[in-house]
């Protein structure tokens, strides 16, 4: 029998490890959406303009399937942690407010743009209308995110005898952890849905479609790819500094760092056994954390010894840390040989090798998974690196959770909602496209939304 703590930190992490997917991608297609009819309308090019529309029309039904999972999670914060939303829910309250309204008024202009296409004589306004669309999506992911980083810096109240007191809810917002959290959210978004749109346009060109209008699909998302790979791993380095100095033991645990010293060294991969806390077969890189902590490599890393051992984060976000970096050095090294590859081409200074060839698209095609994998890696690390506390320093996660008994019910019940609703969006998915494919489309001169 599971222990009722474990039922609700594994429902609430099912819930939200399915429904990130969905707010991915409704975070990071807008843009894409918009930078495709930018391009369309700017070139008079009827291959973006179609990305344009066929991106918006899966967008909108990851768009349902993100309203639904983001209703359950709001519902889990009452039902599930009710002893957290008592104490912080006064704090909490205005960016979850502004969440909700930057989501409204994504909504409302995605309705919008949806039913004008073809509907103005200066095809820009409808363009326009894509501007609104990004500004609530990213709000919607910036508001929602500072209330995370609160969890993990909580400032802006006075808690004395369990009551939050003396509440500044902006100083609660941009809390320290804010910057370096809304930044790696969405980098993350816009490199996951660049792959995710890549791996699509890559698996049709791998069976064979030479049509151009994949092509320029394909070229569109890996440069994309590129620049956003680029800027998460620049930002994924801030992040390192950012628990250095705020949440040093999550980093100590994502890392082995058992021991507090000078020229720490980065541990890959490895066995740690937990009695003995000793590592094996694990690669370790000179000076490398001590560079990731402070950006130098003499610098003092603050190991678990500085921690009680009951305050430590399960060891075992190591291996989601590694994996995530390991996911983003694989996207990161794709993108740019991609370019490579291309500028190469450009120039005639290859010949057999092409962009299309199968090897290469079945490695792209391997990036929209990975991507997917790496972004739900990083979110374990994340919140498990948090753990034992739901607020930090205030607050344990066993004091926050209920204590009723209809968690086993709940668990399956929603199991089986999420299941369906995978199966679901898939098959939508695939007969949305599969009845109209773009080449039809083109031909016939005709695009039905």
């Given at each position: 029998m599971l222990d009722q703590i474990v039922l609700a930190r594994l429902l609430t992490f099912i819930t939200l490890g399915f429904h990130i997917i969905f707010a991915t991608l409704g975070v990071g297609m807008p843009l894409f959406i918009s930078l495709a009819e930018l391009i369309g309308l700017r070139k008079k090019d009827p291959h973006y303009h179609l990305l344009a529309r066929r991106w918006a029309r899966g967008y909108?039904?990851?768009?349902?399937?993100g309203v639904v999972t983001g209703t359950c999670i709001a519902l889990q914060l009452v039902f599930i942690w009710p002893g957290f939303m008592?104490?912080?829910?006064?704090?909490?309250?205005?960016?979850?407010?502004?969440?909700?309204?930057?989501?409204?008024?994504?909504?409302?202009?995605?309705?919008?743009?949806?039913?004008?296409?073809?509907?103005?004589?200066?095809?820009?306004?409808?363009?326009?209308?894509?501007?609104?669309?990004?500004i609530g999506s990213v709000g919607?992911?910036?508001?929602?995110?500072?209330?995370?980083?609160?969890?993990?810096?909580?400032?802006?109240?006075?808690?004395?005898?369990?009551?939050?007191?003396?509440?500044?809810?902006w100083l609660a917002m941009f809390n320290p952890a804010t910057p370096s959290k809304v930044a790696h959210v969405l980098s993350s978004a816009f490199l996951t849905v660049s792959f995710v749109l890549a791996m699509l346009a890559a698996f049709h060109l791998y069976r064979s479609k030479r049509h151009v209008y994949y092509k320029k699909a394909l070229h569109f998302t890996m440069?994309?790819?590129?620049?956003?790979?680029?800027?998460?791993?620049?930002?994924?380095?801030?992040?390192?500094?950012?628990?250095?100095?705020?949440?040093?033991?999550?980093?100590?645990?994502?890392?082995?760092?058992?021991?507090?010293?000078?020229?720490?060294?980065?541990?890959?991969?490895?066995?740690?056994?937990?009695?003995?806390?000793?590592?094996?077969f694990?690669?370790?890189?000179?000076?490398?954390?001590?560079?990731?902590?402070?950006?130098?490599?003499?610098a003092t890393v603050i190991g678990l010894d500085q921690f009680p051992r009951d305050q430590w984060p399960p060891l075992y976000i190591h291996y989601f840390f590694d994996l995530m970096v390991g996911l983003g050095t694989y996207l990161l090294v794709i993108s740019i040989v991609y370019v490579i590859v291309t500028l190469a081409q450009k120039r005639g200074k290859l010949m057999r090798l092409t962009k299309w060839n199968?090897?290469?698209?079945?490695?792209?095609?391997?990036?929209?998974?990975?991507?997917v994998l790496a972004m739900e890696c990083g979110w374990i690390?994340?919140?498990v690196g948090r753990q034992p506390w739901i607020l930090r320093g205030y607050m344990r996660t066993s004091e926050a959770a209920t204590q009723a008994a209809y968690l086993p019910e709940m668990l399956i019940l929603f199991v089986l909602l999420y299941a369906f609703l995978g199966v679901l969006v898939v098959t939508v998915l695939i007969r949305l496209f599969r009845q109209t494919p773009p080449e039809m489309e083109l031909e016939a001169k005709k695009i039905i939304l």
């Open positions: 909108v039904i990851t768009v349902a399937i008592q104490v912080a829910g006064k704090v909490i309250g205005l960016p979850l407010f502004l969440e909700t309204f930057a989501f409204f008024f994504e909504a409302i202009f995605l309705g919008v743009y949806l039913y004008t296409w073809d509907r103005f004589k200066n095809p820009w306004l409808h363009w326009v209308l894509s501007i609104p669309i990004i919607s992911a910036f508001f929602i995110t500072t209330v995370n980083a609160f969890m993990n810096t909580p400032q802006g109240f006075t808690l004395a005898g369990g009551t939050i007191t003396q509440i500044d809810p440069v994309l790819g590129l620049i956003f790979s680029l800027a998460n791993t620049f930002i994924g380095d801030l992040s390192g500094k950012f628990l250095a100095e705020y949440q040093p033991e999550k980093l100590a645990a994502g890392e082995w760092h058992f021991h507090t010293e000078e020229r720490a060294k980065l541990i890959v991969g490895g066995i740690l056994h937990p009695d003995t806390l000793q590592v094996e694990a690669l370790g890189v000179p000076f490398a954390l001590s560079i990731l902590a402070k950006g130098t490599p003499d199968r090897p290469f698209l079945a490695l792209i095609m391997a990036g929209g998974p990975f991507a690390y994340a919140e």
